[in-house]
C-alpha cells in the first residue's frame, strides 16, 4: 500500500491522501461499470486509513452507504484526495501542504473538497466524492474548473453516514465531475431517478446579483448565465439576499468542536494554527449564543422562502472572483479587500445551511482561470434542477 504519493507525480501534488496498490473494483455489470471515483478523506473506507489532512487525533469511522452503494453500482474506488484540514476551510490548506491549482499551480484549489475537485479537473478519476458544509464542492468546482453538485440536504442516496463531520446539521455529500454528464449518470444511477430534460422556457428565474461581492470576472460570469437562460426563454427577476455568515459560524464551530473534543482535550491537539482557532472558539460559544444561531438560521430559512415565492430556480455567482494566489487572505472587490472567508462563503452559505439542492457550473475566463455560477432549487427539486441543467448549451 502506499500513501501520500504526490512526491512520485508532481503534478498530482496534493492530490492523494492515499492511493493503495490497485483500486477497489465495484460489481460488474451495473450502470456506473466503466467508472474510476475517489472519495475526500472524511469517507471511511473498509481497512484504509482515515486522516482527513490532519495531524490531531480523530473518531474512528467506518465504510458508510454511500461508497458500499456506489461499488455495488459499478464504480470503481481509486483512492482517498487531500481536503482542507478536517473540512474547516475554504481554501485547501492542511498539515501537509494543501492542493495547487490545476489551472495554475502558484493558486489556490478552494476548500474544503480541494484534492476532489483537483482529481478530476486532472483526469485522475471520472468523478469525486466531496461534502459540502458551507461550499466545499461548489468553491473548488468553480475555482478548477469543473462541475459540482450539492443534493438536498437530507437526500437517503447522498448520505453523510460514515462520513467524519464537520457540521451535522450542515454536511452533504455530493459528486464532482469534468461534465455534467457524469454527474448526471452518478445521481441518476444512485437514486434510480432520472432527471429528465427540461425547457427552460418559462421558468421564473431569480438572479442574485450580490451587488458589490463580486469582481468583473464573477460579475461577467452571472451576466452571461442570466443571458444565456433568457435566451433559453426564462423569466429572470432579481432577487437579494443577505450575508447569513453570522448564524453558519456559530453553528458549524460549534459542532465541529463537539467532534472532535477528544483532539481539543490533549495538551497538544495536532491541528494547525488557524484550524486550532476556529475550534477553540467554537468550544467556547454558550448553549444561549449556539440557540440564538439556530434562531437566525431559522429566520434566514423564512427570508429564503419568501424571496423565492413565484419563482422556480435561482441563479447565483459560485465565487466572487477567480482563485487567489496561494497565501492570499484577501481578495479586492469593489468596495475594497475583503476576507477571503467572508468573500467566498457569503455567496455559498444560504444553500448549504439551508439545505437547498445546488449545482456549481464553471466559467472560464480569458486568462485561463475558472470562476462559476449556482443553480439553485427548493428542497425536494434536485432532479428537477439537473433537468433544466441538462438542457443548458454545452
Request: with cysteine; proline share 9%.
Amino acid at each position: 500500500m502506499k500513501v501520500r504519493p504526490d512526491v512520485a507525480a508532481p503534478a498530482q501534488r496534493g492530490v492523494w491522501a492515499y492511493l493503495p496498490d490497485a483500486p477497489l473494483e465495484g460489481a460488474g455489470g451495473g450502470p456506473l461499470s466503466g467508472l474510476t471515483f475517489n472519495v475526500k478523506d472524511l469517507f471511511g473506507v473498509e481497512g484504509w486509513p482515515l486522516h482527513a489532512s490532519t495531524r490531531a487525533p480523530l473518531p474512528p469511522v467506518p465504510q458508510g452507504p454511500l461508497v458500499t452503494r456506489l461499488l455495488a453500482l459499478g464504480a470503481a474506488l481509486v483512492g482517498k484526495t487531500h481536503l482542507h484540514e478536517i473540512a474547516l476551510g475554504i481554501s485547501g490548506a492542511n498539515a501537509f501542504g494543501g492542493t495547487p491549482n490545476p489551472l495554475d499551480a502558484a493558486r489556490v484549489t478552494g476548500g474544503s473538497s480541494s484534492g476532489a475537485a483537483a482529481s478530476v479537473a486532472l483526469g485522475l478519476t471520472d468523478f469525486a466524492l466531496g461534502t459540502d458544509t458551507g461550499g466545499s464542492i461548489r468553491v473548488p468546482a468553480a475555482w478548477c474548473g469543473v462541475v459540482g453538485f450539492k443534493p438536498g440536504k437530507g437526500d437517503p442516496a447522498w448520505s453523510t453516514d460514515s462520513v467524519l463531520p464537520l457540521s451535522v446539521t450542515c454536511d452533504h455529500a455530493g459528486p464532482l465531475a469534468r461534465d455534467l454528464g457524469t454527474v448526471l449518470r452518478v445521481q441518476e444511477a444512485l437514486t434510480g431517478q432520472a432527471a429528465a430534460p427540461r425547457s427552460w422556457e418559462g421558468v421564473r428565474v431569480g438572479v442574485w446579483h450580490a451587488d458589490g461581492w463580486l469582481d468583473d470576472q464573477a460579475r461577467g460570469a452571472l451576466l452571461a448565465a442570466a443571458a444565456t437562460l433568457e435566451s433559453l426563454g426564462a423569466v429572470l427577476t432579481p432577487v437579494q439576499l443577505p450575508d447569513m455568515l453570522d448564524a453558519y459560524s456559530d453553528i458549524v464551530q460549534s459542532e465541529a468542536a463537539a467532534v472532535h473534543r477528544g483532539a481539543l482535550a490533549r495538551p497538544e491537539p495536532g491541528f494547525t494554527p488557524g484550524t486550532l482557532a476556529l475550534l477553540r472558539r467554537g468550544a467556547g460559544l454558550t448553549d444561549s449564543e449556539v440557540r440564538a444561531a439556530r434562531d437566525r438560521r431559522d429566520a434566514y430559512r423564512a427570508l429564503l422562502d419568501e424571496r423565492m415565492t413565484g419563482l422556480d430556480v435561482l441563479l447565483a455567482p459560485a465565487v466572487p472572483c477567480a482563485a487567489p494566489l496561494q497565501g492570499q487572505d484577501s481578495v479586492a472587490l469593489p468596495g475594497g479587500p475583503v476576507p477571503l472567508r467572508v468573500a467566498v462563503l457569503r455567496l455559498t452559505v444560504p444553500f448549504s445551511m439551508l439545505g437547498w439542492p445546488t449545482l456549481a457550473l464553471p466559467h472560464r475566463t480569458p486568462d485561463g482561470l475558472s470562476v462559476g455560477v449556482q443553480l439553485v432549487a427548493r428542497p425536494g427539486q434536485d432532479a428537477a434542477l439537473l433537468g433544466l441543467a441538462r438542457t443548458l448549451p454545452a
